[in-house]
């Protein structure tokens, strides 16, 4: 099933990068403006950035994001409009760049949920996947996975995940991101925090594990004393540009107090989110909730 247009275009903004980018104050820029609800500034820095370098890569990428947030922001109407400006910038970043694997996510999900009158195209979508999977097994996984859940079939995306795991069994990353499967697409939450576990014994610093520990247990409603020591110590770690959010830490600890009946303690939690990123229906919606 496609997405709307608005709903599309958001799920490409809101998406974390799947690696580490270089430093870059124009990026850092952007993304600050981003995260203060200034999406039509942060694309104006980009544009400037990427008429200075327009041979960089990583900004032609964020601008497509920054055009998305844009979209969304303005509706159907302009989402529309905007959607040739999301894909090109992310086709320029892959062009630049054969190798930058977040483009091609990046451009996949583009072809792969955009309602077709926007561009979207299931067969461009795998051409992308295909390209990832030459440049990186995992990767590949994680891209044929997107592609079977965007169609439905949640077998298919197990599979992908679970070839993943046994293909790196020692590898926290592996475990990590089936985990996150499991908690979002299956809703398989013991199984989630099984593997959430696993990729900690292997890495005790893995920190976005640390971060997924306290989602889920907002979202399974159980181990509340442990998903509170998570995100607090979470709190206390400055995340890099490829993990969560602070605004993302405060919503699911608001989130399990709410669900413990600790009002107070919740609102102020669901406040500090907005205050980080304003732009958060979910955040918003839950605040109202504890008013």
């Known amino acids: 099933m496609r997405m709307t247009a608005a709903v599309f275009l958001l799920a490409l903004a809101s998406s974390l990068p799947l690696y580490a980018q270089p430093a870059d104050p124009v990026l850092d820029q952007a993304k600050a403006l981003l995260n203060s609800n200034q999406a039509e500034k942060a694309a104006e820095v980009l544009e400037k950035g990427v008429a200075a370098k327009p041979n ?37 970043a892959v062009q630049l760049d054969p190798n930058f694997l977040d483009a091609r996510f990046g451009l996949m999900e583009f072809y792969l949920r955009a309602p077709g009158f926007m561009g979207g195209d299931e067969d461009k979508a795998r051409e992308q996947a295909n390209e990832i999977k030459k440049r990186d097994a995992f990767a590949g996984h994680r891209a044929f ?33 089936y985990a996150v499967f499991l908690m979002t697409g299956d809703k398989n939450y013991a199984g989630s925090l099984q593997e959430f576990d696993a990729a900690l014994k292997l890495d005790a610093n893995y920190m976005a594990a640390v971060f997924q520990l306290g989602h889920l247990a907002a979202l399974s409603g159980t181990n509340y004393a442990r998903g509170e ?63």
């Open 56 to 92: 960089d890569a990583a900004r032609h990428y964020h601008l497509g994001e920054a055009y998305g947030v844009i979209a969304q922001q303005a509706g159907m109407f302009k989402a529309a409009s905007m959607a040739g400006k999301v894909r090109d910038e992310f086709a320029k």
């Open 145 to 177: 996975a997107s592609i079977a859940a965007a169609k439905k079939d949640m077998n298919a995306a197990r599979a992908e995940y679970i070839a993943a795991v046994r293909e790196n069994p020692t590898s926290a990353k592996t475990h990590y991101w």
């Open 229 to 291: 020591e998570a995100l607090q110590k979470y709190l206390a770690y400055k995340p890099a540009g490829d993990e969560p959010g602070h605004h993302r830490t405060h919503y699911w600890l608001g989130m399990l107090y709410e669900k413990q009946g600790k009002k107070a303690e919740a609102r102020a939690q669901y406040q500090a989110a907005l205050k980080l990123r304003g732009n958060q229906k979910d955040v918003t919606e839950a605040l109202k909730r504890v008013m």
